[in-house]
């Protein structure tokens, strides 16, 4: 099944991204303790503020993703022959879940934990905090851009699709300083997605 080969093969490739993200803080932290691991990539306890920015971004995320995705839609019926009506590579188009395949769902929970801890801790927890350390700038464009460039491999209409998040999940990391924003933002607003498809709830 093309869903079960990407949470495989898709799986492997954030596995890389977190033992990525644990081996460079090693590297960082040769005396690596459980307190100065929630230090360095910045996991503090989540408080009002950074709950209410967490509320934003998702209300704003899923906003922007639905006009995108009509914009998208409306293209590809003007234009059949150009733009295909499909946001996704055939690998990421997931279907209704019958009772017999609800099996697939733990396959699905690490595939998900590695998905988004390993980018999460990755790109936000490590390289966020320490690119702000090298410049004034608003280093959340860079960590954006460098995700996006990460996501070219899905095609241009995810990318377009991503937008949203792609944008504003680092500035609100950034914005708050607190790497578990990013993580709630990211899981909610990915996982939710997965299983409203393969429930059936929503169209894919």
Known sequence: MPMIAWFINGGI????????????????????TFKIF???LNLRPLSK???????????TISVFSMLIMK???RFS????????SSFSPPF????VLNKSQYWIFLVWIPF????IFGEELLWR???????????????????????????????WKLVVLLLPILIINPFIVQKTKNTWTGILIHGLINGSGFLLITLGAINS
């Open 112 to 115: 998900f934990f590695f998905n």
């Open 125 to 155: 927890g490590f390289i966020l905090p320490r690119q702000k350390l090298n410049s004034d700038t608003a280093n959340w464009t860079l960590n954006s851009l460098g995700w996006l460039l990460f996501h070219i491999a899905f095609g």
């Open 71 to 73: 914009g998208l839609t």
């Open 49 to 59: 503020r950074d709950l209410i920015w967490t509320l934003i971004g998702i209300l």
């Open 92 to 95: 990421l188009e997931f279907h």
């Open 38 to 40: 929630r230090d360095k």
């Open 13 to 32: 490739v954030f596995i890389i991204l977190f033992s990525t993200a644990m081996i460079l803080l090693k590297r960082e932290e040769p005396n690596l």
């Open 77 to 84: 019926e003007l234009y059949p022959d150009k733009i295909s």
